[in-house]
């Protein structure tokens, strides 16, 4: 059923993203990276960049599958480690991923996809990041996974919803759309605000479209970044399977 199939693939996608997360966590709060003083006088050691390079490379191998990028900058590009698939240098502007002076750096961040801002080929990527940030030694950077468009898609598409069914992803900052479809069959804005602002984690709905279909949403909550996974189908479809299935 529908549900089930929102259920398996919320589950699939809790287990990978979760263990990567994991993984920035774990970089994020690694007193090497903490307490590390980059200022211009001060080289930071041959040795500390071996140790993170090592550590980008474990994540990067492991989790080859889903993604495109990891980046740690440190000051504007003082220190740099990064891994991604051709070894172009990153290029990286804070003010694309926080702001720096509202002190926003508790926080970890998720976005849906966007344009890579990091890598000159900008391809489409979702990222999570976290910014840096250490009064004592002046320490300003981030710390960037860049997640595959790829990646996403072939889980959505796994699900061989026929027709005009899919599977999208909704998250406060927007939504992935996993499948071409004709465009009364998209979410419209208003459903997708809907979503977004839905504080009930597993449900359905239904709603009209532009050609005043009825359409039915059936939607899960990933817990990692409290993003909604929706399955959209139009009532019809569902009908014309139940029938057929008698």
């Known amino acids: 059923s529908m549900s089930d199939t929102v259920y398996q693939t919320k589950n699939y996608l809790e287990y990978m993203l979760s263990d990567a997360f994991q993984q920035l966590v774990t970089l994020s709060n690694d007193p090497k990276l903490q307490s590390l003083n980059v200022n211009e006088e001060e080289d930071v050691s041959p040795e500390t960049y071996i140790t993170f390079d090592n550590k980008l490379q474990v994540i990067y191998s492991h989790f080859s599958v889903m993604l495109e990028s990891i980046v740690i900058d440190i000051n504007d590009g003082q220190f740099t480690v990064y891994r991604n698939n051709d070894q172009s240098y990153p290029s990286i502007s804070y003010k694309d991923y926080f ?3 509202a002190g926003e750096t508790e926080s970890y961040y998720w976005r849906n996809l966007h344009r890579d801002q990091a890598f000159q080929e900008g391809n489409k990527v979702v990222s999570v990041y976290k910014a840096v940030h250490n009064p004592d030694t002046s320490t300003e950077g981030l710390i960037l996974f ?8 072939q889980i959505l598409n796994k699900s061989l919803i026929e ?5 999208t992803l909704i998250s406060p900052d927007g939504h992935f759309e996993s499948k071409n479809v004709a465009e009364e069959y998209k979410l419209d804005e208003k459903t997708i605000t809907y979503l977004q602002k839905l504080d009930k984690e597993v449900g359905r709905l239904s709603f009209d479209n532009a050609k005043g279909e009825t359409m039915i949403a059936f939607y899960d909550t990933i817990g ?22 008698k």
């Open 224 to 245: 990692v970044n409290k993003w909604k996974i929706v399955s959209v189908i139009p009532q019809n479809e569902i009908l014309e399977r139940v029938e057929y299935i």
């Open 163 to 167: 027709g005009n069914g899919y599977l």
């Open 146 to 153: 860049n997640f595959r468009e790829e990646f996403f898609k």
């Open 99 to 101: 702001e720096p002076s």
